[in-house]
């Protein structure tokens, strides 16, 4: 079961490297190209000021950050 979703693109680097870091360390979540999902690009938006900023990651709780560290979502999901 996914921990929470993450919205991100397939040229975001920024995103390269989340995923990366939390298939390290063993944390799932599922992922949501905004590019093929235009409900997805639309919720990101409101999320971000109009911006369609990824990585976006939205936890269970309707909470969300933008471009968190590993860090911060760990701290996060330990909350």
């Known amino acids: 079961m996914s ?3 993450m919205y991100s693109t397939p040229w975001c680097g ?3 490297r989340l995923k990366g870091q939390l298939k390290r360390a063993g944390i799932e979540f599922t992922e949501v190209d905004i ?3 235009p409900d ?3 919720l990101v ?3 971000n000021n109009g911006n369609q900023t990824v990585p976006t990651v939205v936890f269970p709780d309707g909470t969300a950050m933008t471009n968190p ?3 911060q ?3 996060k999901l330990a909350a």
């Open 40 to 42: 997805a690009a639309e």
């Open 69 to 71: 560290s590993l860090a």
């Open 14 to 16: 920024y995103c390269h």
């Open 35 to 37: 590019e093929q999902v």
């Open 45 to 47: 938006e409101k999320i």
């Open 3 to 5: 921990a929470f979703t």
């Open 73 to 75: 979502v760990t701290e």
